[in-house]
């Protein structure tokens, strides 16, 4: 009878193993996935203040720019200030971002990124630019990163500007 017992304790012993094993390779193996806004930040050149035209823009590095998502009701689900790099350009891993109702709170529907903040004194003025100063809708442009436990489903934002505040009348 003793012995019974053991048999049944070494049995749920193992079993008990195997399913925790299970659990941990199942985590092993599930992928990360994650939203990626993408956008690059400029200063417009005077000669094309009032206009959309990117001719002659320089890169910004290390601008601030937000991300909002909101609910299909309109409440803020996600928001973060991300900084561009050397070359002005945006990579916002949107951690952290739930999507409630797959269809009316998906990201091409919810996000928008604006510019927050030039740190070039001499272009620091916010620009409407790709709707910049009530936020730039994001687009889908089947774009993906994909790693062995990692994928990126990547959105973009149109560029995104500042301009100069010291540019003459005689510019535009």
């Known amino acids: 009878m003793a012995m ?9 012993i193992v079993a008990f193993t195997y399913a925790e094993a299970d659990e941990h390779v199942a ?10 806004v993408e956008a690059t930040v400029y200063c417009q050149s005077c ?19 937000s991300v909002t998502c909101k609910t299909h009701k309109g409440q803020v689900s996600y928001y973060k200030v991300f900084e561009t790099d050397k070359n002005g350009y ?23 990124v604006k510019p927050v903040w030039s740190p070039v004194e001499s272009c620091s003025l916010l620009s409407n630019i790709n709707y910049g100063l009530n936020g730039a809708p994001i687009r889908y ?18 560029p995104l500007a500042f301009r100069p505040s010291n540019c003459s009348k005689s510019h535009y």
């Open 27 to 36: 985590h092993a193996t599930e992928k990360k996935l994650e939203v990626v």
């Open 141 to 158: 442009e089947d774009k993906r990163l994909i790693g062995s436990r990692y994928e990126a489903i990547i959105y973009a934002a149109g």
């Open 90 to 112: 945006l990579y916002a891993p949107l951690e952290g971002f739930k999507i409630k109702h797959y269809i009316l709170d998906h990201p091409l529907q919810s996000c928008f």
């Open 47 to 65: 000669e094309h203040f009032g206009t959309w035209s990117m001719i002659g823009a320089k890169p910004i590095p290390s601008a601030k720019v």
């Open 4 to 12: 019974m017992h053991f048999s049944i304790l070494s049995l749920l």
